[in-house]
Structures are given as C-alpha cells and as structure tokens.
C-alpha cells in the first residue's frame, strides 16, 4: 500500500483492495467491512462519472475525504497505534471467534456512517455553505443505503437459513433498526452541522463526545437480546469457509 496520501478515488478503490488482500492472506474478519465498501465505493464513482451529483467534483473529494477516516484508522490499528473508540472497538471484535459476518459489517457500518460520515461533510464544507452540501449528501445516502440491502442480500450467500430464521424469529427488522441508513443519515447530517459550528478550539471535545456514543452501540450489535443472540450463536456454530472465502463470497455477490 503506498504510503503517499490518496486523493482520487481509483487511489481509494485501489486500497481498499490492498485491504482486501491483506485480509484473505491474513484470515482477518475486518476484510469483510473492506469488501462490502469497495463494492459502494465502486457504485459512488459510476454515479459520478453518471453525473448523479450536483458537483461531481466536490462528491469525489467528500467520498475520498470519508475513505481516509476507515483507512487510517485501519492502519493506525495494524501498526498498534491508538485510534477512535469506535473503530478501536470494531477491530479489536474482528480477533473474537463469535462475531457473525453480519455482525462484522455492523461494526464497521456503526463506526464509519455515524461516526465518519458528518466529520467528512463538514470538513468538505469548510469556508462554504454546509447546506449547498445538502441535496448531493442525500443521494450519496441513498447510494449508502444499498449497504443495508448489501449486507441482507450476502447474509444468504455466507449462511443462507439466516435471513430465514431471523424472520422467523421476528427480530431482523429491531436488529437492524439502529443502523437503517435515514437513521444514520439524519444522525451524520445533524452531527456535520454540529462540527461546522464548533469553533476549532472545541472540535476535540466534540469529536471525542460524538466518539463515546458511537462506541456504546457496540453492545446492540454484539448484545441484540436473548432470542437474536441465541440464534447468532447458532448461526457462528454453523457458518462455513475460512475468512478468506467468506470474504471471496461477500465480493462475488450482488
């Protein structure tokens, strides 16, 4: 992986492949977030090259922007240096043998849509209006949204009795509730507005505050109540492939 900064993203693409890579090699559930976001990654800039966006430019420069947050936190982590609590949590759960895929792709979604996502908007609005932002930053969700669809649709691929039995069940929809992406959306958007009118002096403060609640809704991905962490167990108990085929899988599918 080059250590220049990435700027474009074909550079964001690109490593997030290495990541990829790495983590078959390494048989590292936190490949599983990578594979997933490449795949997003790759939809964000077919829908620029579309012209989807108001400002194409400027979506690029907000998804490369949003990109470096999950990747220098990845490396920060790999080369044991200290990183924000919610990633800090994601990938300290990826060395765990419990975890679920989907599990795995929460963790990641938690730390990145409601922790990343409004520091990035603000950040490519600095010196400008943050509701110029406001239209493209809704359809760069409803491409975000197919995250959810994503992680629905490969849960069949990896195990698939498990949308079945969580159906079943009656909890998919309450276990999945905290992480729909109009949740998310509203919550990253409010939270931009919030960075924007924080004085430089204060930004810490808010970052570590917003940090602090984003790593508490660890406990509802990895304690979703008796009957859906009952079934999560079964489902661990009965997964098959190794990391790396996983991993292969949640590439091929969609």
């Keep these: ?110 730390a990145h849509i409601n922790f990343d996502l409004g520091m990035s908007a603000a950040e490519v609005s600095r010196g400008k209006k943050l509701d110029d932002l406001h239209d493209d930053f809704n359809r760069i969700n409803e491409i975000l949204s197919s995250l959810v669809h994503e992680v629905q649709d490969n849960l069949s691929v990896v195990w698939p009795a498990l949308k079945i039995i969580l159906k079943w069940t009656g909890k998919v929809d309450d276990y999945l509730v905290d992480f729909s992406m109009k949740l998310a959306r509203d919550g990253a958007w409010k939270y931009a507005t919030e960075v924007a009118g924080t004085s430089d002096e204060e930004l810490e403060a808010c970052f570590s505050r917003r940090d602090e609640r984003v790593a508490k809704k660890v406990s509802v991905i990895m304690q979703p109540g008796l009957i859906a962490s009952a079934v999560l167990l079964l489902v661990r108990l009965t997964e098959r492939g190794t990391v790396a085929q996983k991993i292969g899988k949640l590439k091929r599918a969609g």
């Design 1 to 110: 992986m080059s250590e220049k900064p990435i700027s474009t993203i074909d550079g964001v693409i690109e490593t997030l492949e290495f990541i990829i890579q790495y983590s078959e090699k390494n048989n590292d559930p936190s490949g599983y977030f990578a594979a997933l976001y490449q795949k997003v990654t790759i939809k964000v800039k077919e829908e620029i090259d579309n012209n989807y966006f108001d400002d194409g430019p400027r979506m690029e420069q907000l998804d490369v922007l949003f990109a470096n947050r999950y990747i220098d936190a990845w490396v920060a982590h790999k080369a044991g240096k200290p990183t924000s609590a919610c990633w800090a949590k994601a990938f300290e759960l990826a060395t765990d043998y419990w975890p679920i895929v989907l599990q795995h792709l929460l963790l990641g979604m938690n």
